[in-house]
């Protein structure tokens, strides 16, 4: 079941708040044992919601689509009252006095709090085998990796734990689990959605965004969440829209660039067919599928990494004294941004707006990109390598070879599920954008899934 | 940069930093096995990142904000 169908039954008084919320503590009760997709369930307080939320209901007093829908969190979302670790020992014993502003937008929705979502360790890798809160599974195969950073999102929604999980991505975290769960993920324009009250990684790569079990959903979630916050320094006054598709949107004559060069080397075969069958069906339904040549994205990555590794460590140098407390994939990545001398992260940033200017031009050749959002199903969990394409890759360096660049570039990216593999299981696109064109990505998206490209629900 | 003979002909080549010697410079107090796991992904990302600095002129400005769409951006 979807939001929008979840909230068509609430308003039909086929279920209530309640029954959904024990509907989802049922499901976190028999599944998250084995997937510890959750570091904190806020049951009773997600109960005490949804009662007011069929109070409020029943009074006619309607919050809009979210009202009612049980939501999880990731576990750097500051939420009042409730202990926030990021997954880590830093923040082991954080208790937040206030909400992050998206958790004040999502209760403001009427959005029912489950509770906070396990994830790596400071949202600091993909694996999302999180050394003091426990492995997070796939549930499409509990002996892959969910991805991550926001790998206990990814599960939750796709085992139906939730409706909808908050993310963040600041190097492929939404994307990411998203295309290894078999979900959608939304990571939206840089300053569409508030970071206030959200534990950083990367002052400038930082972005929150919803997974979701369907393009519509999430841009019922993005209604909710987007808008300018005089909290965040980097928020933007953009007016927000209303991104929810139409129920017949056509995407006829809409550009679509197919980016051969990087985005479809080096790539799993079943990826590769699963991507170019989906653009195949955008061809079909009246997109004009373009060839289009990209600035380097390899450089592009770089420039990335420099800037995530300098500003990582920039925030947890204080940190690092007490180095038993970082597990050894965190603490190695934040030795390093430690060594990155300040004229490196300088000039990553110059390069960062040079290479931001080269695709205005693409955007002048096209509206959107298509592209595979990983280069490979989900891997097996402990996997440090893969071969790809015929050569061996860091499992690390390879899953988020083809999301990072993106976040440089602060664009809005739309990871959903395009596929299964030969061994069952999901494969994820992804549809790029300029700036501020969530709405079109949506429309985009949600043609694909009324035409049929997705996956069947998980069977956990 | 510097130059090098090759093959009988200059070349521009990009010096690359000594990691574990800059590790060890800063004091880290890593063991070996640190040392190699930070200075390896190190000098690979170099490998693509320093010879991106010739494409920088003085004018090029950073974009330490990310102000999309605003601004004259």
């Known amino acids: 079941m979807t939001i929008r169908e979840a909230a068509a039954g609430l308003r039909a008084r086929r279920f209530s708040a309640v029954e959904l919320a024990n509907t989802a503590m049922a499901r976190i009760g028999r599944h998250d044992a084995s997937l510890r997709a959750f570091i904190t369930v806020t049951g009773d307080q997600a109960l005490e919601q949804a009662r007011q939320a069929d109070r409020e209901l029943a009074a006619g007093q309607d919050r809009g689509p979210l009202h009612g829908i049980p939501v999880g969190l990731k576990d750097l979302f500051g939420t009042k009252g409730v202990r926030t670790t990021a997954g880590s020992k830093v923040y082991e014993n954080f208790v937040p006095e206030r909400n992050a502003t998206v958790v004040e937008k999502l209760l403001d929705a009427g959005a029912v709090v489950m509770g906070k979502l396990n994830m790596h360790e400071l949202a600091y890798g993909i694996t999302s085998a999180n050394p003091h809160f426990g492995v997070v599974r796939n549930p499409w195969n509990a002996q892959h990796s969910p991805g991550g950073s926001s790998g206990g999102s990814g599960a939750a929604v796709a085992t139906q734990m939730v409706f909808m999980a908050m993310g963040s991505d600041t190097g492929g975290s939404i994307r990411i689990p998203a295309s290894f769960c078999g979900t959608v993920g939304l990571k939206p324009t840089y300053g569409r959605v508030s970071r206030f009250g959200v534990l950083p990684l990367g002052f400038s790569l930082d972005h929150a965004g919803p997974l979701t079990r369907s393009v519509r959903d999430a841009a019922l979630t993005l209604n909710a969440i987007a808008g300018h916050d005089p909290r965040d320094p980097g928020s933007s006054r953009r007016p927000v829209v209303d991104f929810v598709p139409d129920e017949e949107c056509s995407i006829r004559g809409l550009r679509i660039g197919f980016p051969e060069s990087f985005f479809f080397e080096h790539l799993h075969e079943d990826v590769e067919s699963a991507v170019r069958g989906a653009l195949a069906r955008a061809g079909s339904l009246g997109a004009v599928i373009k060839p289009v040549r990209l600035p380097d994205m390899a450089a592009l990555n770089a420039i990335a990494r420099i800037v995530l590794l300098s500003e990582a460590s920039a925030v947890f140098e204080c940190h690092l004294e007490n180095r038993a407390q970082f597990g050894p994939d965190v603490l190695a990545l934040l030795d390093q941004g430690r060594l990155v001398p300040a004229t490196d992260y300088v000039n990553a940033q110059r390069l960062r707006r040079k290479m931001r200017r080269e695709f205005d031009q693409v955007w002048k050749e096209v509206d959107c990109l298509i592209a595979p959002a990983t280069p490979s199903p989900a891997p097996r969990i402990g996997d440090t390598t893969i071969r790809l394409g015929g050569r061996d890759e860091d499992v690390r360096l390879a899953t988020t070879r083809l999301v990072r660049g993106v976040n440089a570039l602060g664009f809005p990216a739309l990871s959903l599920p395009c596929g299964l593999s030969d061994s069952g299981l999901p494969v994820g696109l992804q549809i790029i954008g300029p700036a501020f064109e969530e709405a079109l990505l949506l429309r985009i998206g949600a043609a694909l899934e009324d035409g049929g490209v997705g996956i069947p629900p998980c069977p956990m | ?73």
Do not use: Y
Request: negative net charge; charged residues 25%.
């Open chain 2, 1 to 73: 940069m510097d130059r090098a003979l090759q093959g009988g002909r200059f070349a521009i080549v990009v010096l690359m930093k000594n990691w574990v010697a800059i590790a060890q410079g800063h004091g880290l107090g890593l063991s070996a096995s640190e040392l190699d796991r930070i200075a390896q992904p190190l000098a690979t990302l170099e490998e693509t990142f320093r010879p991106l600095m010739k494409q920088l002129t003085p004018d090029m400005e950073p974009d330490f904000e990310l102000h999309l769409g605003e601004a004259g951006e």
